[in-house]
């Protein structure tokens, strides 16, 4: 029936002696194992396999919300619903930062059913909206896994071959209330080629084990309000591209930005098609994006044109994305006695305090905990490399 | 009370590619790198003056390396043992003198013991802006807590853009966009569209000066005052910034495109092979119609 290796469960391994990795140095204050097992943690997110895998660069990503009574529970305060529809607007700033030419849809499912709170859409602010306006929401009733991958499916089916497509189950119910056999639909999401990954609030569902492996997903439950960012976090960086995803030309538009002033000839305010559906903000105004196809305005991108299909973007947009293709490599650790010149870090001109330094493979140069730390998570690249760049 | 002020970090990154300002010398001998950084001094000496709170660093931008003239390595702030130096006789405020005398020793320092290799007359700014924000982010962990710290950096640009850093220049914008630190930029001879997209995608103020021998008065009247002043004075226009992407293959910029979905290539013509990552590409052909074959009706 089940090939899965059945893992151990927690208490079925040996006792764990966690008082034992504290250890107090001779004055008996602990602060220098708490520095180090800080120091590790954040070393563990630098350390990735860098390796040249293909990643899936054009996400659709939709997250379903559990909105069932369950979500009242006060463990996370205040309680679960509002600590994650906070997260939730974090999430998407993130997400939109690190994948700009991707989009997401958040869906929700209360009372045995599912209702889309936003549709497929790349811009942040329409999502990060809809997610204030749901804390007043009521939790009642139970969720329905079935309905919301289902209402899920029917936008995903249609998502062109080159795109990845995604679903994010953040699922605090122990229970779900189905109309049809759940197995079904796993086996539709399989061909499809839906990856679902569950987030869970409460406890470990075999229903959502089998979900996330038949598909490829990931299965994690939280323990508390900062693991939970972090899970969270994990789905921000793009996934590695499944072998059976197509690579194509994606036709797009780069339009330009026209500012006119009123006192130009025959400058004409114009409406932005993105205000056609709602009545909020301004309408006409001289500046903004044309379509260079069917010249249809835009204030912001990346955009669809409603008009035309073609997708708008800028060129900022696609060098945003790049540092997930040439990734910088780690630097390797070496203990700070080895170093015979002076001490400092070659990045930021400060002294070397830290035992640990890091070295760059490529140039040699030499950075403190911090600047490697900021280097790998922010800028993506090595200053003294960009020197020795120009020589070659 | 002194712990409640803002510190205000203004990070100076000055282009002293010696090809290029050894031909300026030869053009135009009103305006020299001395000149340049005598106008950078009188800048950094106001910011500092303008509250006792404010910092200053200043970075040189060599056409291989970047080196930081002010705080310098051997110099530890706050120490005054037997720096005969650093006293002027003129009574002036002696962080000011300090700082005068450190950068003009270090610009000596650098221009004199750095070989040039090769003649290109471009500037490698991306690593100079990415050593700028490696001690902005060191500065803003080292101040109290409850101290907030603001910083921004001008880049005082004379040679023209290297094409080269166009990813790393990116990746530092981003960053510094993310830290929510402003780049100006001071342009002296060429426009630089790397330049201008910077300072519109974190916010701040592209100048290209008109007459290069007042730069001084254009670095004072523009890039004096921090953020929060700005909304109040009228400054100049922003610059009309050019976003259309170049294509790989031509360079041209183009405003419709293909984009390659494994590497995001650019690229004004399809072509079944991307260059950049060698994927082939499946083509879409269009749908066959079959016929319908009509039914018979049958009679009856």
């Given at each position: 029936?089940?090939?899965?290796?059945?893992?151990?469960?927690?208490?079925?391994?040996?006792?764990?002696?966690t008082w034992?990795?504290?250890?107090?140095?001779e004055?008996?204050?602990?602060?220098?194992?708490v520095?180090?097992i800080l120091f590790q943690?954040?070393?563990?997110?630098v350390?990735?396999?860098?390796?040249?895998?293909?990643l899936?660069?054009?996400?659709h990503?939709?997250?379903?919300i559990?909105?069932s009574r369950?979500m009242?529970?006060?463990?996370?305060?205040?309680?679960?619903?509002?600590?994650?529809?906070k997260?939730?607007?974090a999430?998407?700033?993130?997400?939109?930062?690190?994948n700009?030419?991707?989009q997401v849809?958040i869906?929700?499912?209360?009372?045995?059913?599912?209702?889309?709170?936003?549709?497929?859409a790349?811009?942040?602010?329409?999502h990060?909206?809809?997610?204030?306006?749901?804390?007043?929401?009521?939790?009642?009733g139970?969720?329905?896994?079935?309905?919301s991958?289902?209402?899920?499916?029917?936008?995903?089916?249609?998502?062109?071959g080159?795109t990845?497509?995604?679903?994010?189950?953040?699922?605090?119910?122990?229970t779900?209330?189905?109309?049809?056999?759940?197995?079904?639909?796993i086996k539709?999401?399989?061909?499809?080629?839906?990856?679902?990954?569950?987030?869970?609030?409460?406890?470990?569902?075999?229903?959502?084990t089998?979900?996330?492996?038949?598909?490829?997903?990931?299965?994690?439950?939280?323990?508390?309000e900062?693991?939970?960012?972090?899970?969270?976090?994990?789905?921000?960086?793009?996934?590695?591209?499944?072998?059976?995803s197509?690579?194509?030309?994606?036709?797009?538009?780069?339009?330009?930005?026209?500012?006119a002033?009123l006192t130009d000839?025959?400058?004409?305010?114009?409406?932005?098609?993105s205000?056609?559906?709602n009545?909020s903000?301004?309408?006409?105004?001289l500046e903004?994006?044309?379509?260079?196809q069917?010249h249809?305005?835009?204030?912001?991108?990346?955009?669809?044109?409603?008009?035309c299909?073609?997708?708008l973007?800028l060129?900022?947009?696609l060098?945003?994305s790049?540092?997930h293709?040439?990734?910088?490599q780690?630097f390797t650790?070496?203990?700070?006695?080895?170093l015979?010149?002076?001490?400092?870090?070659?990045?930021?001109?400060g002294?070397?305090?830290d035992?640990?330094?890091?070295?760059c493979?490529?140039?040699?140069?030499?950075?403190?905990?911090?600047?490697?730390?900021?280097?790998h998570?922010?800028?993506h690249?090595?200053?003294?490399?960009?020197?020795?760049?120009?020589?070659? | 009370?002194?712990?409640?002020?803002?510190?205000?970090?203004l990070?100076?990154?000055?282009d002293?590619n010696?090809?290029?300002w050894g031909q300026?010398a030869?053009?135009?001998?009103?305006l020299?790198?001395?000149?340049?950084l005598?106008?950078?001094?009188?800048?950094?000496?106001?910011?500092?003056?303008?509250?006792?709170t404010?910092?200053?660093?200043?970075?040189?931008?060599?056409?291989?390396?970047?080196?930081?003239?002010?705080?310098?390595k051997?110099?530890r702030g706050g120490?005054?043992?037997?720096?005969?130096?650093?006293?002027?006789?003129?009574?002036?405020?002696?962080?000011?003198?300090?700082?005068?005398n450190l950068?003009?020793?270090?610009?000596?320092?650098v221009?004199?013991?750095?070989?040039v290799?090769?003649?290109?007359?471009?500037?490698?700014?991306a690593?100079?802006?990415?050593?700028a924000?490696?001690y902005?982010h060191r500065?803003?962990?080292?101040?109290?807590?409850?101290?907030e710290?603001?910083?921004?950096?001008?880049?005082?640009?004379?040679?023209?853009?290297c094409?080269r850093?166009?990813?790393?220049?990116?990746n530092v914008i981003f960053?510094?966009?993310?830290?929510?630190?402003?780049?100006d930029?001071?342009?002296?001879?060429?426009?630089?569209?790397?330049?201008?997209?910077?300072?519109?995608?974190?916010?701040?103020?592209?100048?290209?000066?008109?007459?290069?021998?007042a730069?001084?008065?254009?670095?004072?009247?523009?890039f004096?005052?921090?953020?929060?002043?700005?909304?109040?004075?009228?400054l100049?226009?922003?610059a009309?910034?050019?976003y259309?992407?170049?294509?790989?293959?031509?360079?041209?910029?183009i405003?419709i495109g293909?984009?390659?979905?494994?590497?995001l290539?650019?690229?004004?013509?399809?072509?079944?092979?991307c260059t950049?990552?060698?994927?082939a590409?499946?083509?879409?052909?269009?749908?066959m119609?079959?016929?319908?074959?009509?039914?018979?009706?049958?009679?009856?």
């Amino acid at each position: 029936m089940d090939e899965e290796p059945e893992r151990a469960k927690r208490w079925e391994g040996g006792y764990e002696r966690t008082w034992e990795v504290l250890k107090e140095d001779e004055s008996g204050s602990l602060k220098a194992t708490v520095e180090d097992i800080l120091f590790q943690s954040k070393r563990k997110r630098v350390i990735e396999n860098h390796g040249q895998v293909r990643l899936g660069m054009m996400r659709h990503l939709y997250v379903l919300i559990d909105c069932s009574r369950s979500m009242e529970d006060q463990d996370l305060k205040p309680n679960r619903l509002a600590s994650t529809l906070k997260l939730m607007e974090a999430f998407v700033d993130e997400y939109f930062d690190q994948n700009p030419i991707s989009q997401v849809g958040i869906i929700t499912t209360k009372n045995k059913r599912a209702e889309k709170l936003t549709d497929l859409a790349g811009n942040p602010k329409k999502h990060i909206a809809a997610l204030k306006k749901a804390v007043d929401t009521l939790c009642v009733g139970e969720p329905s896994l079935y309905n919301s991958l289902n209402l899920a499916i029917q936008t995903l089916k249609h998502m062109p071959g080159h795109t990845s497509r995604e679903i994010l189950i953040i699922l605090s119910s122990l229970t779900t209330c189905d109309p049809a056999s759940i197995y079904e639909l796993i086996k539709t999401l399989k061909s499809l080629k839906v990856r679902v990954s569950v987030i869970g609030l409460s406890a470990e569902v075999r229903v959502c084990t089998v979900l996330t492996r038949e598909t490829g997903g990931s299965y994690h439950v939280i323990l508390d309000e900062s693991h939970f960012r972090e899970l969270l976090m994990l789905h921000v960086k793009p996934p590695p591209a499944s072998s059976s995803s197509e690579c194509s030309l994606i036709r797009m538009g780069f339009p330009q930005h026209t500012i006119a002033s009123l006192t130009d000839q025959g400058a004409k305010p114009s409406f932005s098609m993105s205000h056609l559906d709602n009545s909020s903000g301004p309408g006409l105004s001289l500046e903004g994006y044309f379509c260079p196809q069917c010249h249809a305005k835009y204030t912001e991108l990346p955009v669809e044109c409603k008009v035309c299909g073609l997708t708008l973007v800028l060129a900022p947009h696609l060098a945003r994305s790049f540092h997930h293709l040439f990734p910088l490599q780690a630097f390797t650790e070496s203990s700070v006695e080895e170093l015979q010149e002076d001490r400092f870090c070659q990045a930021c001109q400060g002294e070397l305090k830290d035992k640990i330094i890091f070295t760059c493979p490529s140039c040699r140069s030499v950075f403190c905990v911090e600047c490697d730390l900021f280097i790998h998570d922010s800028l993506h690249c090595c200053p003294c490399c960009i020197h020795s760049q120009s020589t070659s | 009370m002194a712990s409640e002020d803002e510190i205000n970090l203004l990070v100076i990154v000055v282009d002293v590619n010696p090809i290029w300002w050894g031909q300026q010398a030869q053009r135009e001998p009103e305006l020299t790198l001395s000149k340049c950084l005598d106008a950078v001094m009188v800048l950094g000496n106001s910011h500092m003056a303008m509250t006792r709170t404010n910092k200053l660093a200043v970075i040189a931008s060599h056409c291989q390396d970047s080196h930081f003239l002010y705080p310098n390595k051997n110099w530890r702030g706050g120490d005054n043992g037997g720096e005969d130096a650093s006293s002027s006789g003129d009574g002036k405020y002696e962080l000011l003198s300090v700082a005068n005398n450190l950068i003009a020793e270090e610009i000596r320092n650098v221009m004199t013991k750095t070989e040039v290799r090769g003649n290109s007359t471009e500037t490698l700014l991306a690593g100079s802006l990415a050593k700028a924000l490696c001690y902005i982010h060191r500065v803003s962990k080292e101040v109290e807590v409850g101290q907030e710290i603001k910083s921004r950096i001008l880049v005082v640009k004379a040679a023209e853009d290297c094409a080269r850093q166009y990813m790393n220049f990116m990746n530092v914008i981003f960053a510094a966009q993310k830290q929510n630190i402003l780049i100006d930029a001071c342009v002296l001879d060429s426009d630089s569209g790397l330049l201008q997209q910077a300072c519109d995608i974190t916010g701040g103020l592209y100048l290209k000066i008109p007459q290069k021998i007042a730069l001084a008065q254009y670095l004072l009247w523009v890039f004096l005052p921090d953020s929060e002043q700005r909304s109040q004075l009228v400054l100049p226009p922003p610059a009309h910034v050019d976003y259309r992407a170049a294509c790989f293959c031509h360079r041209n910029l183009i405003e419709i495109g293909y984009v390659c979905s494994v590497c995001l290539s650019i690229f004004c013509n399809f072509s079944p092979i991307c260059t950049t990552c060698e994927t082939a590409f499946k083509i879409q052909l269009p749908q066959m119609v079959k016929p319908k074959k009509k039914k018979l009706k049958q009679s009856t």
